[in-house]
């Protein structure tokens, strides 16, 4: 399967611990995006990376939520000191350059926070 | 006003109605347009791009109306597996980056 791939695909964790998600797009893409989406709402934009460079951080939801992409390929989103508020389903996309709107979604990790 | 906005729905149609979704905008610089399915508990899918002329993919058809800044897609002959969340997609430009903006999704219901 050549398509997004994330992992973990659910995570548990307790208030004010750090998770980690990672996201490893379609190999051509260099364009790679992460949202997040709760219940009975569309993604929220949260940021995007062209190659490795981190085009727009500004949507970010707080200072606790980073992203990084290395090597221009997978990439990872940390939350640190998570709140219930947290718990939705974080998604990666990836695109073309120049198809922004052109997106091939993975299947999401989704984040319970107790 | 939220960027993107859409009629949540649920459209509960007949097997072979035909059923139309709004999406309504609010930057009039907004570049590009998509709709996009997501069925329950599964990511979003692109469904079709949505061009100044319109488009038509078999079934589905798409229209922009910049104007009124809006934009539709039309299903013709619904069948039962059409059943999902219809989300709309409006790509802008800020600051050199290019932002997605998805709206909350209309829920179609398609009963036999």
């Known amino acids: 399967d050549t398509g997004v791939s994330q992992d973990p695909r659910h995570k548990i964790t307790k208030r004010g611990q750090n998770v980690t998600f990672r996201c490893d797009p379609i190999?051509?893409?260099?364009?790679l995006y992460w949202y997040r989406q709760t219940l009975g709402q569309g993604p929220e934009f949260l940021t995007y990376f062209q190659n490795e460079a981190q085009l727009e951080k500004s949507r970010l939801l707080s200072d606790r939520f980073s992203a990084e992409r290395p090597k221009g390929s997978f990439s990872t989103l940390e939350i640190q000191r998570t709140e219930q508020g947290d718990s939705a389903m974080y998604l990666c996309?990836?695109?073309?350059?120049?198809?922004?709107?052109?997106?091939?979604f993975g299947p999401g990790t989704r984040l319970t926070v107790t | 006003r939220k960027e993107v906005e859409q009629d949540p729905g649920p459209f509960n149609v007949p097997e072979g109605a035909t059923v139309a979704f709004n999406c309504t905008y609010s930057n009039s610089a907004s570049q590009s347009f998509f709709w996009y399915r997501q069925d329950c508990r599964k990511e979003p899918k692109l469904l079709m791009s949505v061009y100044s002329s319109g488009n038509e993919d078999g079934r589905f058809t798409a229209q922009l109306n910049r104007a009124s800044q809006y934009i539709s897609l039309l299903i013709r002959d619904s069948k039962l597996s059409d059943s999902a969340t219809y989300l709309c997609?409006?790509?802008?430009?800020?600051?050199?980056?290019?932002?997605?903006?998805f709206g909350r999704g209309t829920s179609l219901i398609v009963h036999p």
């Open positions: 996309a990836s695109s073309f350059q120049g198809t922004d709107g052109e997106q091939y």
């Open positions: 190999s051509e893409h260099n364009r």
């Open positions: 997609v409006v790509v802008h430009a800020s600051g050199g980056s290019y932002i997605p903006t």
